[in-house]
């Protein structure tokens, strides 16, 4: 069948398996002046998109027939200018650094304001009419083990956290230095690692440097190598962390902490890609992906003649903020749960869980120590407690001083029965996946991984109104 031509107020595909999102976006969208096809099957969408022209694609990632993610690859092998933003009530870092990585114009989660998608939407339209053709980013899927090392500690849906999901799918690929930026415990570390193993360096070393935790008489000789007899105590011919990184990724943590002289080395590699050993003579090259992190404010270290603005310039290509945890409130509690499934896990204690209190006492605290914090209070918590709940008293001392709320469940000197505690503990829950939702059923059972059927009965039963 010939493809047809789309109109010049332009032509949308919207993809979804639910049919009243379908309805509303064809409603919202056709208001706006689009000619809007809706289908709700993966393979539909492709089919459509062989047979006519379309300006964007607004594709659900979870759809019959075939999956958002392989339907999207086979339109980009179809039509590699064609501008598709992603939409999916599973955001996580897996799916959405794919879905960057493979050349989304853009990932949204759901639930969504419609007027952001319609944003996203005249984006996407506009930049395709500036240029006849845009260099298509699509390539094969990476092996999902990698995904799973680099990005299987990184937990979070919040819209901050989504933001750095994208950035990670954005540079991953590219050779580019990328400077890390963010408070002490955001987890620099994690994102650092899970850029190496989105890339095709995967398979080659990825090596940290604590810059801060080195001596700076050391940290030359732990950074470049050393040749025998360059300094007292120097017996042998060291290779230094560039070397060993050959063809992978160095990951310089804490850089704002190095000497005003190693700055100036460091500068050197990152300029020539060429450094010496200390104490040689031969210059080594360095086919070595930089990666930097800082807590501090680079800026005003420039200004205080603390660091040097050429190197800054070097080092922040590409930047990545990761947010505070005060500012990724959706992820608190995931992030309690992840840790605490792996201590349990690891303690031979499956099966523990937070009781109400403790997770009202986790949403309030300001956690000036960020996810490391946060992680460190678990781990104290399955210490102190034998049960298979974890309470009040058992959260660290700084925890219950910042949140006396939470000290309420030390009134009570006896245990309330397991069932009750459980059934608290799952009715907050279920009342936390409606809100997120915003009180769409379908969409709450699906992020709970139930049936409609059991969700409604589960309402019922708690007396969710």
């Given at each position: 069948m010939p493809r047809e031509t789309g109109v010049k107020a332009g032509r949308i595909l919207v993809a979804d398996d639910e049919e009243s999102l379908r309805l509303v976006l064809q409603v919202v969208f056709g208001k706006a002046g689009y000619d809007v096809d809706t289908v709700a099957d993966g393979l539909l969408v492709v089919e459509s998109v062989r047979e006519k022209i379309y300006d964007a694609v607004v594709l659900d990632l979870r759809m019959p027939g075939l999956d958002g993610l392989n339907a999207f690859e086979q339109i980009h092998r179809i039509a590699p200018d064609l501008p598709v933003i992603l939409m999916t009530a599973f955001g996580n870092a897996q799916t959405a650094v794919e879905a960057m990585k493979n050349g989304a114009y853009d990932y949204i989660t759901k639930p969504f304001n419609v007027e952001e998608l319609k944003i996203l939407v005249g984006r996407a339209i506009h930049l395709r009419s500036l240029t006849e053709k845009v260099v298509s980013l699509t390539e094969e899927v990476k092996n999902l083990s990698r995904e799973v090392v680099g990005l299987g500690q990184?937990?979070?849906?919040?819209?901050?956290?989504?933001?750095?999901?994208?950035?990670?799918?954005?540079?991953?690929?590219?050779?580019?230095?990328v400077l890390l930026t963010g408070e002490s415990g955001t987890g620099k570390g994690l994102v650092a690692k899970a850029v190496h193993f989105s890339s095709e360096r995967w398979q080659k070393p990825f090596v940290q440097v604590n810059c801060g935790a080195i001596p700076e008489g050391l940290l030359e000789s732990e950074l470049f190598?050393?040749?025998?007899?360059?300094?007292?105590?120097?017996?042998?011919q060291r290779p230094g962390k560039f070397?060993?990184?050959?063809?992978?990724?160095?990951f310089l943590d804490e850089v704002a902490e190095m000497s005003p002289a190693l700055q100036v080395k460091l500068l050197k590699v990152l300029q020539d890609r060429e450094f010496e050993r200390v104490?040689?003579?031969?210059?080594?090259?360095?086919n070595v992906r930089v990666i930097a992190a800082t807590n501090r404010d680079l800026a005003q270290e420039i200004e205080e003649n603390h660091f040097r603005s050429d190197l800054y310039y070097r080092l922040n290509v590409f930047a990545i903020h990761i947010p505070p945890l005060r500012e990724r409130g959706e992820d608190i509690v995931l992030l309690a749960e992840s840790f605490l499934a792996r201590c349990a896990g690891e303690n031979g204690r499956v099966g523990v869980v937070f009781s109400p209190e403790v997770v009202e006492?986790?949403?309030?605290?300001?956690?000036?120590?960020?996810?490391?914090?946060?992680?460190?209070?678990?781990?104290?918590?399955?210490?102190?407690?034998n049960s298979k709940v974890i309470l009040p008293e058992h959260l660290p001392v700084s925890l219950l001083k910042a949140n006396p709320l939470s000290q309420l469940g030390l009134q009570s000197q006896g245990f309330r029965p397991l069932r009750d505690v459980v059934a608290e503990t799952e009715r907050s829950y279920l009342i936390e996946a409606l809100q997120r939702t915003g009180n769409n059923r379908v969409q709450a059972a699906k992020l709970l991984q139930i049936s409609r059927r059991s969700l409604l009965y589960k309402i019922q039963e708690y007396q969710i109104e």
């Open positions: 990184l937990v979070g849906v919040s819209p901050k956290i989504q933001e750095v999901y994208k950035s990670i799918g954005r540079v991953a690929n590219s050779k580019v230095t190598g050393h040749e025998r007899g360059a300094f007292t105590g120097a017996f042998h070397e060993l990184a050959e063809g992978g990724t160095i104490g040689g003579t031969t210059s080594l090259t360095a006492s986790f949403q309030s605290y300001a956690w000036p120590g960020n996810v490391r914090e946060l992680e460190n209070a678990v781990e104290h918590a399955m210490i102190m407690s």
